[in-house]
């Protein structure tokens, strides 16, 4: 008899509809009648499912629009290197005056020649502002230089190829009869990434340059490694 009034009372709270932290609290206190604190903890992990229902369907379409971003990513690569061939290209061309005319030194050290009219930097790989060549990938190079000699009575000339601070190759004239002579050199060098090639003046040594463009730097990849 005692559990039939305790139901009814229990039913009679449900119909009444108090407030929700109310309602809560009283069918918590007749929780071995009816089992109400189990309702709303189950109404309470319902409303929790929802949210992350909505939080999965939010990640998945973040998902489907990274992997779109990816596969657009992937083509423009296969792009690029159907152009390219798959591999980098680097190529430059410069001339050491960009105006002017007139001897260039002497100078007291050996100064890097800036070759600052430049005619083509395939890569970026060539600095005007400093003359230098700084390897963006290992291979193997091409490099050419010119030298004209300065326009005097005694030729004064003297240049060389370095990397780095190896010497590698010169072109000079310190001697003659004639006023107007130039020479011109090559290398095939291997590369690592870093390293530098330039043309320098050695100290005390001159060289003449006008529009004409006699003395030029110029190189090239010709395969990686």
Not at 142 to 147: D, E, I, K, T, V
Not at 172 to 187: K, P
């Given at each position: 008899?005692?559990?039939?009034?305790?139901?009814?009372?229990?039913?009679?709270?449900c119909l009444s509809d108090p407030?929700?932290?109310?309602?809560?609290?009283?069918?918590?206190?007749?929780?071995?009648?009816?089992?109400?604190?189990?309702?709303?903890?189950?109404?309470?992990?319902?409303?929790?499912?929802?949210?992350?229902?909505?939080?999965?369907?939010?990640?998945?379409?973040?998902?489907?629009?990274?992997?779109?971003?990816?596969?657009?990513?992937?083509?423009?690569?296969?792009?690029?290197?159907?152009?390219?061939?798959?591999?980098?290209?680097?190529?430059?061309?410069?001339?050491?005056?960009?105006?002017?005319?007139?001897?260039?030194?002497?100078?007291?050290?050996?100064?890097?020649?800036?070759?600052?009219?430049?005619?083509?930097?395939?890569?970026?790989?060539?600095?005007?502002?400093?003359?230098?060549?700084?390897?963006?990938?290992?291979?193997?190079?091409?490099?050419?230089?010119?030298?004209?000699?300065?326009?005097?009575?005694?030729?004064?000339?003297?240049?060389?190829?370095?990397?780095?601070?190896?010497?590698?190759?010169?072109?000079?004239?310190?001697?003659?009869?004639?006023?107007?002579?130039?020479?011109?050199?090559?290398?095939?060098?291997?590369?690592?990434?870093?390293?530098?090639?330039?043309?320098?003046?050695?100290?005390?040594?001159?060289?003449?340059?006008?529009?004409?463009?006699?003395?030029?730097?110029?190189?090239?990849?010709?395969?990686?490694?």
């Amino acid at each position: 008899m005692k559990k039939i009034v305790i139901l009814m009372i229990a039913f009679g709270i449900c119909l009444s509809d108090p407030g929700p932290d109310e309602k809560k609290d009283k069918a918590c206190q007749v929780a071995d009648s009816v089992g109400s604190c189990n309702i709303w903890s189950l109404i309470s992990v319902t409303q929790k499912v929802g949210e992350l229902g909505e939080k999965v369907v939010n990640m998945a379409e973040k998902i489907t629009f990274l992997e779109t971003r990816l596969q657009n990513t992937e083509k423009e690569v296969l792009e690029l290197r159907s152009l390219t061939g798959g591999s980098p290209q680097v190529a430059f061309s410069a001339a050491l005056r960009d105006s002017g005319s007139g001897d260039i030194g002497p100078f007291t050290t050996a100064t890097p020649l800036q070759y600052k009219k430049v005619f083509s930097n395939t890569g970026n790989s060539y600095n005007p502002s400093t003359g230098v060549f700084t390897a963006m990938v290992s291979g193997m190079y091409f490099f050419r230089f010119s030298m004209f000699n300065n326009l005097a009575s005694t030729p004064n000339s003297l240049v060389s190829l370095m990397k780095n601070s190896e010497r590698l190759t010169s072109v000079w004239d310190t001697n003659g009869s004639d006023s107007n002579d130039m020479g011109s050199n090559a290398v095939v060098i291997p590369l690592k990434v870093g390293d530098n090639v330039f043309v320098q003046l050695h100290p005390n040594r001159l060289v003449y340059d006008d529009t004409m463009n006699y003395n030029t730097f110029s190189g090239f990849l010709l395969f990686t490694m």
